[in-house]
């Protein structure tokens, strides 16, 4: 029997996400609606029900629950992964058709973390848990990206380059090749060293 899946968060990252659930269902999983403090229960989106709140997940915990964090906020990522963690529930990870690894033997994806369409994900590369990684993104060699980091569309980081955590890389930067970003970061121009 399949685990019941929702999704935190009902805005535009939540529905596109929803959309690529809908049309390559998650192995195992069955989508069951959404999760957003900010949306009344029982709201329609995009055919999907808001379930409730964060508190719903709290509830219905015991049912064998698979959470996809859907937030372009690494912040806010961040604070409902660790809010989250406390209790028994699984975060698969999503990776979208479309994208594409060159080396699964070496390729570490984390729990929890969305690749999204068209993405080119070489080789020795790492991405730990929680991350979002948005559409065309392109990952070169010994890259590393730490948990609750999120790039957006376009973003390329060139070989080695090292991504602190819940750092946010603007859509079509380009981080050159060996650079350090500390944590907490906010990239909103290319890196180019």
């Known amino acids: 029997m399949p685990k019941q899946l929702v999704i935190v968060g009902a805005g535009g990252v939540g529905r596109e996400i929803a959309a690529v659930i809908k049309k390559h269902p998650l192995t195992g999983y069955e989508f069951v609606g959404f999760i957003d403090d900010g949306v009344p229960a029982g709201t329609l989106i995009n055919g999907y029900k808001v379930l ?100 957006m569309p376009g973003v390329r980081i060139t070989g080695g380059a090292a991504i602190g955590e819940a750092t946010y890389i603007a859509p079509n930067c380009v981080i050159a090749i060996t650079t350090v970003i500390d944590k907490n970061s906010v990239i909103r121009e290319s890196v180019i060293i």
Request: charged residues 15%; glycine residues 8%; negative net charge.
């Open 52 to 151: 409730g709140g964060t508190q719903w997940i709290f509830d219905n915990a015991h049912n064998a629950l698979g959470v996809i964090l859907a937030f372009g906020n690494p912040q806010v990522r961040k604070k409902v992964a660790e809010k989250l963690s406390a209790i028994a529930v699984d975060f698969p990870s999503i990776i979208h058709p479309g994208a594409s690894i060159h080396d699964e033997d070496t390729v570490v994806i984390g729990k929890g973390c969305y690749i999204a369409d068209a993405c080119v994900l070489t080789t020795d590369i790492t991405i730990a848990d929680f991350c979002f990684i948005n559409t065309a993104c392109t990952l070169q060699h010994d890259t590393t990206i730490e948990n609750y980091s999120v790039l």
